[in-house]
């Protein structure tokens, strides 16, 4: 007897819905499974043979034969078992073929019948529904995830019996609900009131919280450079829902969501220097998004910037120049979205103290090299550097606070909405995202300013991507004074943040 039931696999980001195809007949007894499955799928085999017999059913002792289609995609993951379980029983008559009509089934077997989590359920149901489905069973601990998806009914379960006892209607399941929405506001156990002194570089992520801008920050150890870097998710604008949604398949596909709800805070990512170049942009046979894309909407924070290895540096290149980045591998060749904001952290030489006191001991030579671990294309791409002084002692104790993190975030709320009025039209939502044909059709600037670009695009010999980014900064700046054309004191200001590597 043949059968068809309908489960889901991920490729990359995108969820795509299976047919399993299962056909019984006449012969001696054997399981074959065909469609280009993974290892992990091939062994589901033992799996749904010994899930089926300990949950009480009959396992068909016929030739049986599974077909996984379409049979060009490659099939990974073990959340196959469950619609393979539930094909075997309508195949060999026990499940009727008609109560599984426009179902998904979602999860991965274990040898007694239980129904185990999988990862990548909000991509899969998501598709489930686009492609007409109706209804989805899935473990108890995804059907939170699930539930993100509002066109489907879904049901958490916990063993292949409940399944089968649903469908055979011997005892009906009760459809799983939302829980309520979480505020509109994430919450920060962190925020800038904390941070005494440092002016210059709260102005400086201020504009880049606003303008989506990467920020390269040089100071000597102790100085802050951390604790300001983990503070500057607090002064982003909330995500919206489509941000949010796509945040939160990121993580669904990477094992990373925990409770299923989906994601209001802004990712940040702080990986270790030792991070290789697959772990950074993604790889592996099949590739996983790595932290470039983690980091989607969020932060990307790299701390003692040139101890890691100027190889893995490079491969930032095209994520910061294009919000995406490409993987091609012998089985797959996959794109992951990459749009964040790289905020980055160094000392000025090996011991920390050049420019900064009296007591530096590193050579001429030492410092030359560290600093060149860092490419100039890299720092090309970095729009705003400053120097992170060391505090004074009467910063540390006074008990004045510093400006919160609430009032510098409705400052930025305020210029990205006039960035996103002014850009609207071209799909930007930020003025980092410009191109050069958007900065032309809306940035404005006064003649003095364009007078003062011009001396210092001969004088400072800049690249025209260092050209287009004074003007993107500027133009952030301009968005904060709320004015509606680019002054000279806004291009002096941008001007004034570009490369700040002191070489000997």
Do not use: W
């Amino acid at each position: 007897m043949f059968a068809r039931i309908y489960g889901a696999a991920t490729l990359g980001l995108n969820g795509h819905v299976i047919a399993v195809e299962t056909d019984i007949s006449n012969g001696l007894p054997s399981f074959d499974l065909v469609g280009l499955a993974a290892t992990s799928v091939k062994e589901a085999k033992e799996r749904v043979r010994a899930a089926v017999k300990n949950s009480g059913y009959e396992f068909p002792m016929r030739r049986l034969t599974v077909n996984l289609a379409p049979a060009d995609l490659k099939k990974d993951t073990a959340g196959l078992d469950l619609s393979l379980a539930v094909a075997i029983l309508v195949s060999s008559g026990q499940i009727p073929e008609e109560a599984c009509e426009n179902c998904l089934f979602l999860g991965e077997l274990a040898l007694d019948g239980r129904i185990r989590p999988v990862n990548g359920i909000l991509p899969m149901v998501l598709e489930g529904a686009a492609q007409g489905m109706k209804t989805v069973f899935v473990s108890r601990d995804n059907a939170a995830e699930a539930l993100l998806c509002p066109d489907l009914t879904v049901y958490g379960v916990g063993t292949l019996c409940d399944v089968a006892g649903h469908l055979t209607g011997e005892k009906a399941l009760e459809a799983a609900r939302a829980a309520l929405p979480d505020p509109d506001l994430p919450d920060y156990d962190v925020d800038f009131s904390e941070v005494q002194g440092q002016a210059e570089a709260k102005r400086v992520l201020e504009i880049a919280a606003a303008g989506g801008h990467n920020v390269l920050m040089i100071g000597p150890p102790g100085s802050g450079k951390t604790m300001l870097a983990k503070r500057i998710p607090t002064i982003l604008p909330p995500m919206n829902e489509a941000e949010a949604l796509e945040v939160t398949k990121i993580y669904s596909v990477a094992g990373l969501l925990g409770k299923g709800r989906l994601l209001q805070q802004r990712p940040f990512r702080s990986p270790h220097h030792t991070i290789s170049m697959a772990g950074l942009v993604g790889g592996g046979s099949i590739p996983k998004p790595g932290e470039v894309t983690l980091s989607h909407h969020g932060v990307l924070f790299l701390d003692e910037l040139p101890e890691f290895p100027r190889s893995v540096l490079e491969v930032l290149r095209q994520p910061l120049e294009d919000g995406v980045v490409h993987i091609a591998r012998v089985q797959a060749a996959l794109s992951y979205p990459s749009r964040f904001v790289l905020v980055a952290a160094m000392n000025p030489c090996p011991c920390g103290r050049y420019g900064f006191d009296e007591g530096c001991i590193c050579s001429e030579s030492e410092i030359r090299r560290y600093t060149h671990k860092i490419s100039g294309p890299l720092l090309d791409r970095i729009d705003l550097h400053v120097r992170v002084e060391r505090p004074a002692y009467q910063e540390l104790i006074t008990r004045r606070k510093a400006e919160s993190s609430a009032a510098i975030r409705s400052r930025v709320l305020s210029a990205r909405h006039r960035q996103q009025e002014r850009l609207a039209p071209y799909g930007c939502t930020c003025n980092a995202h410009m191109g050069h044909r958007e900065i032309r059709a809306t940035c404005q600037l006064t003649e003095a300013a364009q007078q003062l670009l011009r001396e210092a695009f001969d004088v400072l010999r800049l690249s025209a991507r260092s050209y287009d980014r004074i003007i993107k900064v500027s133009q952030t700046i301009a968005d904060l004074a709320k004015e509606p054309v680019i002054a000279k004191e806004h291009v002096a200001e941008a001007i004034s943040y570009r490369n700040k590597m002191q070489q000997p």
